[in-house]
């Protein structure tokens, strides 16, 4: 394991660019691979989950390489040209990943088998291959629906009309893929609505596809078997990575940063809502729009936060940014509710579970809900000083580093190697602002 130790700093301060936005990534590759002729990305996500769904892609027969531009380039096999893989597709420790190729591949007249790391063998899919077997796809694998999994395609995919049971766009988005290579029109409901990064790909790259309001929710049809246009598109900064320097700034005196080309999806904005209602100094400069989603730029200073209770409507918004938001938490006046986020049982790990254990070894005042947690803070610096767990959650393991650039005593994460599957670049950029965040006493550097 890969220990690492952050220890408080002065402040924070500089000028940044965070690796481009995870879900978006995914994607572009999947979606430059559907099209016919060359997409080229630029400012893609380059951590491993990525990089396992462009292997996959390549596996699944599209044409996938990086110039020394740092461009990636997707020749790819226009809808309905995949092939059959030659072995099993490893999806490392990607839920997004596994989800998304498993819809895709359901509607192809061929197997594919999924494996992936301990973490994501642990993780739910029937989820997903509940609303997949409709389309005629069969999934064979664990009685608890768990990888490895095959997914035997049908070579006769009928289009569906499906309401989503749980908040998830990893859900509708397979569901969507799915429809891809499937005649007719394939119908969605979600009654609470989720990131919309798939719908907004769809349209950048020209598949029919229509979002309408319904019951709070959303109706989403999408026109199988589209010819797909090649496109040129840049990838917007992260907010869930960008969130880790903007809480740094926000906790640490005396700091001020800004963070170039930062997506603003509305449904990933959760995060920065809630932090300005706790008091944060976050402006929005030279908003714009990249590949159908809007951008801006990020100035974020040092501020006073005060607890508030998080809108529960408001969790799938920022269902990934909840262990960042329990730092803040931890340092703002008062206590802060944060409940209507059962999902983070079933992520990477159980973030509820080890959050609270984790602040709680911190000397943080939390108290656990089955759906959530409240933390209280003084506004002052809490203990630290703890060697916390991450059980393979890279978003866990940040957090916790943020957390020791203010406690009294340095804090500690067990395995800092997690930190590769989306924020390959994290220490080096922190540390770069001011923050001091080192390989543990024993650990290689």
Not at 94 to 106: I, P
Not at 328 to 344: C, Q
Request: contains cysteine.
């Amino acid at each position: 394991m890969n220990q690492l130790t952050s220890s408080a700093t002065d402040k924070i301060t500089g000028i940044i660019n965070v690796p481009g936005d995870k879900s978006i990534s995914h994607r572009a590759l999947i979606m430059g691979s559907m099209a016919i002729g060359e997409t080229i990305v630029s400012g893609l996500l380059e951590g491993e989950d990525v990089l396992n769904t462009a292997a996959a892609m390549k596996a699944l027969g599209a044409d996938i390489y990086r110039d020394e531009l740092a461009k990636w380039h997707v020749h790819g096999v226009g809808t309905g040209g995949l092939s059959e893989p030659a072995g099993a597709l490893d999806m490392g420790n990607s839920g997004t990943g596994a989800r998304l190729l498993m819809g895709l591949v359901s509607t192809y007249p061929f197997s594919t088998t999924f494996v992936g790391d301990a973490s994501l063998s642990s993780r739910p899919m029937k989820r997903v291959t509940v609303p997949l077997e409709k389309f005629g796809a069969e999934f064979h694998g664990s009685e608890d629906g768990t990888l490895p999994i095959t997914v035997k395609g049908t070579d006769a995919p009928l289009p569906i009309s499906y309401d989503v049971p749980v908040a998830s766009a990893q859900v509708k988005s397979a569901i969507m893929l799915a429809a891809l290579n499937t005649p007719g029109i394939t119908t969605i409901f979600e009654k609470t609505p989720t990131r919309d990064h798939t719908e907004r790909m769809f349209h950048f790259f020209g598949v029919d596809t229509i979002t309408t309001p319904k019951d709070g929710g959303r109706v989403i049809t999408v026109s199988g078997q589209p010819e797909l246009t090649a496109r040129e598109l840049i990838v917007p900064g992260d907010p869930s990575s960008a969130a880790f320097p903007v809480v740094a700034a926000l906790i640490t005196p005396g700091s001020d940063i800004t963070i170039n080309n930062i997506g603003l999806n509305p449904d990933r904005t959760g995060l920065f809502i809630t932090l300005k209602e706790m008091g944060a100094d976050i402006e929005f400069l030279n908003e714009r729009e990249e590949c159908g989603e809007p951008v801006a730029d990020l100035r974020v200073r040092h501020s006073s936060l005060n607890a508030i209770t998080v809108p529960e409507d408001r969790a799938p918004s920022m269902i990934d940014e909840y262990p960042i938001l329990c730092i803040a938490a931890a340092f703002a006046e008062g206590t802060t509710v944060m409940r209507g986020a059962e999902e983070l049982r079933v992520k990477e790990s159980d973030r509820i579970d080890i959050m609270v254990r984790g602040l709680g070894a911190c000397g943080i005042k939390v108290e656990e809900f089955a759906d959530g947690m409240a933390i209280t803070g003084s506004g002052e610096k809490p203990e630290g000083g703890a060697l916390v767990e991450t059980r393979l959650d890279h978003r866990i393991a940040m957090s916790f580093l943020i957390l020791g650039l203010q406690s009294h005593k340095p804090v500690t994460v067990d395995d800092g190697s997690v930190i590769e599957t989306s924020f390959p670049t994290f220490r080096s950029l922190m540390n770069g602002l001011g923050a001091n965040i080192q390989p543990a006493a024993g650990a290689p550097a």
